[in-house]
Protein backbone atom coordinates (compact mmCIF):
# COMPACT_ATOMS: atom_id res chain seq x y z
CA UNK A 1 0.00 0.00 0.00
CA UNK A 2 1.19 3.84 -0.50
CA UNK A 3 0.56 5.55 2.52
CA UNK A 4 0.90 9.48 3.89
CA UNK A 5 1.99 9.72 7.33
CA UNK A 6 1.38 13.35 8.82
CA UNK A 7 3.56 13.90 11.66
CA UNK A 8 7.27 12.52 12.20
CA UNK A 9 6.71 12.72 16.27
CA UNK A 10 7.21 9.72 18.17
CA UNK A 11 4.65 7.77 17.17
CA UNK A 12 4.53 8.70 13.26
CA UNK A 13 8.21 7.77 13.56
CA UNK A 14 7.50 4.27 14.79
CA UNK A 15 4.69 3.94 13.04
CA UNK A 16 6.38 5.04 9.80
CA UNK A 17 9.19 2.30 10.72
CA UNK A 18 6.42 -0.20 11.41
CA UNK A 19 4.72 -0.09 7.90
CA UNK A 20 8.08 0.21 5.38
CA UNK A 21 9.34 -3.13 7.50
CA UNK A 22 6.51 -4.68 6.02
CA UNK A 23 6.43 -3.50 2.73
CA UNK A 24 4.29 -0.48 2.68
CA UNK A 25 5.73 2.63 0.58
CA UNK A 26 5.65 5.48 2.74
CA UNK A 27 5.85 8.99 2.59
CA UNK A 28 6.31 11.53 5.93
CA UNK A 29 5.81 14.54 6.05
CA UNK A 30 6.33 16.97 8.83
CA UNK A 31 7.44 21.48 9.31
CA UNK A 32 10.86 19.68 11.25
CA UNK A 33 13.81 19.19 9.05
CA UNK A 34 15.65 17.80 12.17
CA UNK A 35 12.93 15.40 12.61
CA UNK A 36 12.65 14.19 9.20
CA UNK A 37 16.30 14.02 9.01
CA UNK A 38 16.89 11.69 11.97
CA UNK A 39 14.02 8.81 10.84
CA UNK A 40 15.57 8.83 7.18
CA UNK A 41 18.61 7.85 8.73
CA UNK A 42 17.21 4.66 10.58
CA UNK A 43 14.84 3.47 7.41
CA UNK A 44 14.39 4.16 3.60
CA UNK A 45 11.30 5.99 3.13
CA UNK A 46 10.60 9.46 1.29
CA UNK A 47 10.20 12.31 3.62
CA UNK A 48 8.72 15.95 2.57
CA UNK A 49 9.79 19.15 5.05
CA UNK A 50 6.20 21.25 5.01
CA UNK A 51 2.87 21.40 6.44
CA UNK A 52 1.09 18.58 5.95
CA UNK A 53 -2.33 19.97 5.45
CA UNK A 54 -1.57 22.34 2.53
CA UNK A 55 -2.20 20.74 -1.13
CA UNK A 56 1.06 21.20 -2.96
CA UNK A 57 2.87 19.22 0.09
CA UNK A 58 0.24 16.50 0.10
CA UNK A 59 0.47 16.19 -3.77
CA UNK A 60 4.48 15.84 -4.04
CA UNK A 61 3.94 13.32 -1.47
CA UNK A 62 1.92 11.57 -4.14
CA UNK A 63 -1.64 11.79 -2.39
CA UNK A 64 -3.31 10.91 -6.07
CA UNK A 65 -2.33 7.48 -6.07
CA UNK A 66 -2.30 6.95 -1.98
CA UNK A 67 -4.21 4.49 -0.45
CA UNK A 68 -4.58 5.88 3.21
CA UNK A 69 -3.68 8.99 4.66
CA UNK A 70 -2.46 8.62 8.55
CA UNK A 71 -2.12 12.28 10.32
CA UNK A 72 -0.60 12.21 13.57
CA UNK A 73 0.79 15.34 13.79
CA UNK A 74 0.87 18.00 17.16
CA UNK A 75 -2.09 19.79 16.17
CA UNK A 76 -5.81 18.27 15.90
CA UNK A 77 -6.67 21.10 13.17
CA UNK A 78 -3.45 20.40 10.69
CA UNK A 79 -4.76 16.17 11.03
CA UNK A 80 -8.22 17.20 10.46
CA UNK A 81 -7.59 19.75 7.21
CA UNK A 82 -5.19 16.86 6.25
CA UNK A 83 -7.71 14.24 5.65
CA UNK A 84 -10.41 16.76 4.30
CA UNK A 85 -7.93 18.19 1.38
CA UNK A 86 -6.35 14.20 1.00
CA UNK A 87 -10.21 13.44 0.14
CA UNK A 88 -11.81 16.27 -1.58
CA UNK A 89 -8.58 17.46 -3.68
CA UNK A 90 -6.85 13.68 -4.13
CA UNK A 91 -9.54 11.19 -3.28
CA UNK A 92 -7.60 9.48 -0.88
CA UNK A 93 -9.86 6.99 0.31
CA UNK A 94 -9.04 6.01 4.09
CA UNK A 95 -8.34 8.40 6.51
CA UNK A 96 -7.04 8.09 9.87
CA UNK A 97 -6.49 11.00 12.35
CA UNK A 98 -5.20 11.49 15.81
CA UNK A 99 -7.02 13.75 18.10
CA UNK A 100 -6.41 15.28 21.50
CA UNK A 101 -9.21 17.41 22.07
CA UNK A 102 -12.04 16.10 23.35
CA UNK A 103 -14.40 18.49 22.43
CA UNK A 104 -13.88 17.71 18.79
CA UNK A 105 -14.97 14.00 19.78
CA UNK A 106 -18.20 15.25 21.40
CA UNK A 107 -19.84 15.93 18.09
CA UNK A 108 -21.25 12.73 15.85
CA UNK A 109 -21.64 14.25 12.44
CA UNK A 110 -18.05 16.20 12.78
CA UNK A 111 -16.35 13.25 10.90
CA UNK A 112 -18.33 12.48 8.43
CA UNK A 113 -17.84 12.59 4.42
CA UNK A 114 -19.89 15.93 3.91
CA UNK A 115 -18.03 18.08 6.70
CA UNK A 116 -14.67 16.69 7.82
CA UNK A 117 -14.06 13.82 5.57
CA UNK A 118 -12.29 11.33 8.06
CA UNK A 119 -13.24 7.27 8.78
CA UNK A 120 -11.31 6.75 11.75
CA UNK A 121 -10.36 9.17 14.68
CA UNK A 122 -7.72 7.93 17.21
CA UNK A 123 -7.59 9.59 20.94
CA UNK A 124 -4.20 8.75 23.13
CA UNK A 125 -5.79 9.92 26.03
CA UNK A 126 -9.35 8.72 25.68
CA UNK A 127 -7.31 5.12 24.63
CA UNK A 128 -4.80 5.10 27.90
CA UNK A 129 -7.96 6.29 30.38
CA UNK A 130 -9.74 3.43 29.00
CA UNK A 131 -6.98 1.02 29.44
CA UNK A 132 -6.79 2.24 32.98
CA UNK A 133 -10.27 2.00 33.99
CA UNK A 134 -9.35 -1.84 32.93
CA UNK A 135 -6.64 -2.34 35.17
CA UNK A 136 -8.28 -0.87 38.07
CA UNK A 137 -11.28 -2.78 37.74
CA UNK A 138 -9.37 -5.96 37.59
CA UNK A 139 -7.35 -5.94 40.41
CA UNK A 140 -4.62 -8.34 39.77
CA UNK A 141 -3.91 -7.73 35.95
CA UNK A 142 -0.93 -6.42 34.21
CA UNK A 143 -2.30 -5.80 30.60
CA UNK A 144 -5.98 -6.56 29.83
CA UNK A 145 -7.25 -6.01 25.91
CA UNK A 146 -10.51 -6.72 24.13
CA UNK A 147 -10.88 -8.40 21.00
CA UNK A 148 -13.33 -7.58 18.31
CA UNK A 149 -16.08 -9.26 20.33
CA UNK A 150 -16.08 -6.76 23.80
CA UNK A 151 -17.01 -10.09 25.72
CA UNK A 152 -13.02 -12.04 24.46
CA UNK A 153 -10.31 -11.03 26.22
CA UNK A 154 -6.43 -11.29 26.59
CA UNK A 155 -4.95 -10.54 30.23
CA UNK A 156 -1.87 -10.71 31.40
CA UNK A 157 -0.83 -11.59 35.35
CA UNK A 158 2.64 -11.07 36.86
CA UNK A 159 2.99 -14.45 39.10
CA UNK A 160 3.99 -13.75 42.77
CA UNK A 161 5.29 -16.84 44.53
CA UNK A 162 4.17 -14.93 47.94
CA UNK A 163 0.56 -15.28 46.50
CA UNK A 164 1.21 -19.00 46.06
CA UNK A 165 1.64 -22.49 46.90
CA UNK A 166 1.44 -24.21 43.46
CA UNK A 167 3.84 -23.41 40.34
CA UNK A 168 2.87 -25.35 37.78
CA UNK A 169 1.80 -24.51 34.79
CA UNK A 170 -0.23 -27.78 34.39
CA UNK A 171 -2.38 -27.10 37.93
CA UNK A 172 -3.03 -23.16 36.80
CA UNK A 173 -4.87 -24.54 33.40
CA UNK A 174 -6.55 -26.98 35.14
CA UNK A 175 -7.93 -24.29 37.46
CA UNK A 176 -9.03 -22.46 34.04
CA UNK A 177 -10.61 -25.07 32.86
CA UNK A 178 -13.91 -24.25 34.20
CA UNK A 179 -13.97 -20.83 32.96
CA UNK A 180 -13.11 -21.36 29.79
CA UNK A 181 -9.95 -20.44 29.80
CA UNK A 182 -6.19 -20.91 28.61
CA UNK A 183 -2.76 -19.92 29.79
CA UNK A 184 -1.45 -19.38 26.11
CA UNK A 185 2.65 -18.49 27.07
CA UNK A 186 4.32 -16.34 29.87
CA UNK A 187 7.00 -14.21 29.74
CA UNK A 188 10.53 -14.58 31.82
CA UNK A 189 13.32 -11.63 31.81
CA UNK A 190 11.54 -10.52 28.21
CA UNK A 191 11.58 -13.50 25.99
CA UNK A 192 8.42 -15.26 25.21
CA UNK A 193 7.43 -18.80 25.88
CA UNK A 194 5.22 -21.58 24.63
CA UNK A 195 3.68 -23.38 26.86
CA UNK A 196 5.25 -27.02 27.38
CA UNK A 197 4.20 -29.76 29.33
CA UNK A 198 6.19 -30.37 32.88
CA UNK A 199 6.57 -26.19 32.33
CA UNK A 200 6.65 -24.79 36.15
CA UNK A 201 6.07 -20.93 37.24
CA UNK A 202 9.05 -18.67 38.21
CA UNK A 203 8.68 -15.59 40.22
CA UNK A 204 7.69 -12.38 38.37
CA UNK A 205 6.58 -14.79 35.08
CA UNK A 206 4.32 -13.01 32.95
CA UNK A 207 0.89 -15.55 32.34
CA UNK A 208 -0.82 -14.67 29.08
CA UNK A 209 -4.24 -15.54 29.29
CA UNK A 210 -7.41 -15.65 26.63
CA UNK A 211 -11.04 -15.48 28.41
CA UNK A 212 -13.98 -14.20 28.69
CA UNK A 213 -14.16 -11.05 30.49
CA UNK A 214 -16.74 -12.40 32.12
CA UNK A 215 -14.29 -14.77 34.14
CA UNK A 216 -11.40 -12.35 34.75
CA UNK A 217 -12.23 -11.96 38.37
CA UNK A 218 -12.38 -15.69 38.81
CA UNK A 219 -8.72 -16.24 37.18
CA UNK A 220 -7.19 -13.46 39.21
CA UNK A 221 -8.44 -15.12 42.47
CA UNK A 222 -6.79 -17.96 41.44
CA UNK A 223 -4.08 -16.01 41.53
CA UNK A 224 -4.17 -14.45 45.53
CA UNK A 225 -6.49 -11.53 44.28
CA UNK A 226 -9.49 -11.58 46.56
CA UNK A 227 -10.13 -8.17 47.01
CA UNK A 228 -11.61 -5.38 44.84
CA UNK A 229 -10.37 -1.66 44.80
CA UNK A 230 -11.87 1.29 46.48
CA UNK A 231 -10.01 3.46 46.80
CA UNK A 232 -8.59 5.29 44.05
CA UNK A 233 -5.80 8.71 43.57
CA UNK A 234 -4.90 10.23 40.52
CA UNK A 235 -1.92 12.27 39.93
CA UNK A 236 -2.21 14.19 37.33
CA UNK A 237 -5.79 16.18 37.02
CA UNK A 238 -4.36 16.66 33.02
CA UNK A 239 -6.88 15.16 29.99
CA UNK A 240 -6.20 11.31 31.29
CA UNK A 241 -6.41 12.14 34.48
CA UNK A 242 -10.37 14.15 34.30
CA UNK A 243 -11.65 11.49 31.86
CA UNK A 244 -10.50 8.79 34.13
CA UNK A 245 -12.35 10.65 37.14
CA UNK A 246 -15.33 10.82 35.00
CA UNK A 247 -15.76 7.73 34.15
CA UNK A 248 -14.41 5.55 37.97
CA UNK A 249 -16.44 8.02 40.44
CA UNK A 250 -19.59 6.50 40.13
CA UNK A 251 -17.82 2.89 41.11
CA UNK A 252 -14.79 4.32 43.58
CA UNK A 253 -13.64 6.67 46.27
CA UNK A 254 -11.31 9.19 43.61
CA UNK A 255 -8.75 11.67 44.85
CA UNK A 256 -7.18 13.77 42.14
CA UNK A 257 -4.02 15.50 43.27
CA UNK A 258 -3.13 18.32 40.50
CA UNK A 259 -0.27 21.23 41.31
CA UNK A 260 -1.94 23.58 39.19
CA UNK A 261 -4.22 25.94 41.15
CA UNK A 262 -6.33 27.20 38.22
CA UNK A 263 -6.95 23.55 36.40
CA UNK A 264 -7.71 22.08 40.11
CA UNK A 265 -10.64 24.55 40.21
CA UNK A 266 -11.89 24.09 37.18
CA UNK A 267 -11.73 20.28 38.20
CA UNK A 268 -13.35 20.93 41.36
CA UNK A 269 -16.30 22.60 39.22
CA UNK A 270 -17.29 19.95 36.82
CA UNK A 271 -16.37 16.43 39.09
CA UNK A 272 -18.73 15.65 41.33
CA UNK A 273 -18.33 12.82 43.59
CA UNK A 274 -14.91 13.53 43.23
CA UNK A 275 -12.21 15.13 45.77
CA UNK A 276 -9.78 17.70 44.19
CA UNK A 277 -6.09 18.58 45.83
CA UNK A 278 -4.07 21.40 44.35
CA UNK A 279 -0.41 20.09 46.03
CA UNK A 280 2.35 18.38 44.44
CA UNK A 281 1.80 14.95 44.41
CA UNK A 282 6.14 14.07 44.77
CA UNK A 283 5.25 15.94 48.35
CA UNK A 284 5.54 13.37 50.93
CA UNK A 285 3.88 14.95 53.06
CA UNK A 286 1.00 15.76 50.94
CA UNK A 287 0.67 11.86 50.10
CA UNK A 288 0.73 11.00 53.71
CA UNK A 289 -1.97 13.84 54.96
CA UNK A 290 -4.29 11.70 52.47
CA UNK A 291 -3.68 8.68 53.70
CA UNK A 292 -1.45 6.81 50.86
CA UNK A 293 -0.90 4.04 52.46
CA UNK A 294 -5.07 2.98 52.37
CA UNK A 295 -4.90 3.73 48.50
CA UNK A 296 -5.76 0.27 46.31
CA UNK A 297 -4.68 2.04 43.69
CA UNK A 298 -2.10 5.14 43.33
CA UNK A 299 -2.25 6.37 39.23
CA UNK A 300 0.78 8.65 38.07
CA UNK A 301 -1.24 10.46 34.98
CA UNK A 302 1.21 13.77 33.95
CA UNK A 303 2.58 14.17 31.20
CA UNK A 304 6.07 14.41 32.52
CA UNK A 305 7.22 11.23 32.98
CA UNK A 306 10.30 12.24 35.70
CA UNK A 307 7.45 13.43 37.71
CA UNK A 308 5.17 10.41 37.56
CA UNK A 309 8.09 7.99 38.01
CA UNK A 310 9.00 9.90 41.24
CA UNK A 311 5.57 10.15 42.35
CA UNK A 312 4.74 6.54 41.68
CA UNK A 313 7.88 5.21 43.41
CA UNK A 314 6.87 7.57 46.54
CA UNK A 315 3.39 6.15 46.80
CA UNK A 316 4.25 3.13 46.68
CA UNK A 317 7.23 3.32 49.35
CA UNK A 318 4.68 5.27 51.72
CA UNK A 319 2.07 1.59 51.09
CA UNK A 320 -0.12 2.30 47.87
CA UNK A 321 -1.28 -1.31 47.35
CA UNK A 322 -0.90 -0.88 43.11
CA UNK A 323 0.81 2.06 41.59
CA UNK A 324 0.26 2.76 37.66
CA UNK A 325 2.19 5.14 35.59
CA UNK A 326 2.22 6.46 32.41
CA UNK A 327 5.39 6.41 30.73
CA UNK A 328 6.16 8.18 26.94
CA UNK A 329 10.00 7.48 27.01
CA UNK A 330 10.58 3.39 26.35
CA UNK A 331 14.18 3.97 27.69
CA UNK A 332 12.36 4.33 31.34
CA UNK A 333 10.27 1.57 30.78
CA UNK A 334 12.82 -0.59 30.25
CA UNK A 335 14.74 0.52 33.39
CA UNK A 336 11.61 0.12 35.75
CA UNK A 337 9.88 -2.80 34.29
CA UNK A 338 10.95 -4.78 37.36
CA UNK A 339 11.48 -1.85 39.43
CA UNK A 340 8.65 -0.12 42.40
CA UNK A 341 6.39 0.40 39.64
CA UNK A 342 4.15 -2.37 39.15
CA UNK A 343 2.27 -1.62 36.15
CA UNK A 344 4.07 1.13 33.17
CA UNK A 345 1.78 2.34 30.88
CA UNK A 346 2.75 3.37 27.30
CA UNK A 347 0.24 5.74 25.81
CA UNK A 348 2.70 5.41 22.40
CA UNK A 349 2.14 1.47 22.41
CA UNK A 350 -1.83 1.71 22.95
CA UNK A 351 -1.97 4.21 20.36
CA UNK A 352 0.20 2.19 17.81
CA UNK A 353 -1.99 -0.93 18.46
CA UNK A 354 -5.36 1.76 17.38
CA UNK A 355 -3.22 2.71 14.40
CA UNK A 356 -2.53 -0.71 13.21
CA UNK A 357 -5.93 -1.77 13.55
CA UNK A 358 -7.27 0.20 11.07
CA UNK A 359 -4.28 0.43 8.70
CA UNK A 360 -3.53 -3.44 8.20
CA UNK A 361 -4.97 -5.49 5.44
CA UNK A 362 -8.77 -6.42 5.61
CA UNK A 363 -8.48 -10.01 7.43
CA UNK A 364 -7.06 -8.03 10.36
CA UNK A 365 -9.64 -7.38 13.04
CA UNK A 366 -7.03 -6.17 16.07
CA UNK A 367 -3.87 -5.47 16.53
CA UNK A 368 -2.30 -5.36 20.81
CA UNK A 369 1.61 -4.03 20.72
CA UNK A 370 3.36 -6.54 23.31
CA UNK A 371 6.90 -6.56 25.16
CA UNK A 372 7.66 -2.66 23.84
CA UNK A 373 7.01 -3.38 20.26
CA UNK A 374 8.65 -6.80 19.74
CA UNK A 375 5.16 -8.50 19.85
CA UNK A 376 1.83 -8.06 18.57
CA UNK A 377 -1.31 -10.01 19.50
CA UNK A 378 -3.03 -10.63 16.27
CA UNK A 379 -6.96 -11.46 15.33
CA UNK A 380 -7.41 -12.20 12.41
CA UNK A 381 -10.79 -13.25 10.58
CA UNK A 382 -10.88 -16.35 8.12
CA UNK A 383 -12.15 -14.22 4.84
CA UNK A 384 -14.01 -17.02 1.96
CA UNK A 385 -12.56 -16.36 -0.79
CA UNK A 386 -11.01 -17.50 -4.05
CA UNK A 387 -7.74 -19.17 -3.54
CA UNK A 388 -7.99 -19.17 0.30
CA UNK A 389 -4.66 -20.40 1.45
CA UNK A 390 -6.47 -20.89 4.89
CA UNK A 391 -10.40 -21.79 4.23
CA UNK A 392 -10.81 -26.01 5.15
CA UNK A 393 -7.40 -26.61 6.69
CA UNK A 394 -6.31 -27.11 10.16
CA UNK A 395 -3.10 -25.03 11.05
CA UNK A 396 -0.72 -27.89 10.77
CA UNK A 397 -1.38 -27.33 7.14
CA UNK A 398 -0.66 -23.79 7.21
CA UNK A 399 2.78 -22.72 6.90
CA UNK A 400 2.62 -19.89 9.81
CA UNK A 401 6.43 -18.59 10.61
CA UNK A 402 8.01 -20.91 13.43
CA UNK A 403 7.88 -18.89 16.50
CA UNK A 404 4.33 -17.94 15.95
CA UNK A 405 1.85 -19.00 18.97
CA UNK A 406 -1.25 -19.93 17.91
CA UNK A 407 -3.43 -19.25 20.71
CA UNK A 408 -7.10 -20.28 19.71
CA UNK A 409 -10.19 -19.76 17.38
CA UNK A 410 -13.09 -18.16 18.17
CA UNK A 411 -16.12 -19.37 16.58
CA UNK A 412 -19.83 -18.28 17.19
CA UNK A 413 -18.82 -16.41 20.08
CA UNK A 414 -17.17 -19.68 21.34
CA UNK A 415 -13.33 -19.88 22.28
CA UNK A 416 -11.98 -23.08 20.82
CA UNK A 417 -8.31 -23.65 22.79
CA UNK A 418 -7.90 -27.61 21.37
CA UNK A 419 -7.61 -26.92 17.51
CA UNK A 420 -5.72 -29.77 16.76
CA UNK A 421 -8.61 -31.62 14.24
CA UNK A 422 -10.37 -28.09 13.72
CA UNK A 423 -10.69 -26.95 9.95
CA UNK A 424 -10.83 -23.24 9.43
CA UNK A 425 -13.96 -21.87 8.04
CA UNK A 426 -15.31 -18.75 6.65
CA UNK A 427 -15.58 -16.12 9.46
CA UNK A 428 -13.12 -17.73 12.29
CA UNK A 429 -11.56 -15.44 14.07
CA UNK A 430 -7.89 -17.04 14.71
CA UNK A 431 -5.75 -15.50 17.45
CA UNK A 432 -1.74 -15.47 17.61
CA UNK A 433 0.82 -13.87 19.13
CA UNK A 434 3.48 -13.43 16.53
CA UNK A 435 7.57 -11.35 16.39
CA UNK A 436 7.04 -8.14 14.66
CA UNK A 437 9.09 -9.51 11.88
CA UNK A 438 6.81 -12.38 10.96
CA UNK A 439 3.76 -10.40 10.81
CA UNK A 440 3.75 -9.67 7.27
CA UNK A 441 4.07 -13.19 6.73
CA UNK A 442 0.86 -13.95 8.42
CA UNK A 443 -1.06 -11.09 7.18
CA UNK A 444 -0.45 -12.56 3.80
CA UNK A 445 -1.59 -15.87 4.75
CA UNK A 446 -5.07 -14.69 5.56
CA UNK A 447 -4.99 -12.05 3.18
Given at each position: ??????????????????????????????????????????????????????????????????????????????????????????????????????????????????????????????????????????????????????????????????????????????????????????????????????????????????CKEENIEDITKLFGHNKNNRRIMIAGGGNIGKHLSENIRESYQVKVIESNEERAEYLSEILDNVTIINADSSNEDILLEEN????????????????????????????????????????????????????????????????????????????????????????????????????????????????????????????????????????????????????????????
Amino acid sequence: MKIIIVGAGQVGSSLSINLVKEGNDVTLIDKSADLLENIAEKIDLQTIHGNGAHPSILEAAGANKADMIVAVSKSDETNMIACQVAYTVFGVEKKIARIRDLEYLSYENLFADESTPIDFTISPDLIASSYIKKLIKYQGTKQVFNFSSEADCFINITFNEDNNTENTIQYYQQACEKFNSKICAFIRNDKLYSIEAGDTIEDGDELLFICKEENIEDITKLFGHNKNNRRIMIAGGGNIGKHLSENIRESYQVKVIESNEERAEYLSEILDNVTIINADSSNEDILLEENIEHMDVFCALTNDDEANILSAMLAKKLGSKTVISIINKISYSDLLEKQEIDITVSPEDLTMGALLTHVRKGSVLKVHSLMRGNLELLELEVIDKENSKTIGKNLEQINTPENTIMCCIIRDEVIIFDMTNILLEKSDRLVCLVNKKDVKQIEELFE
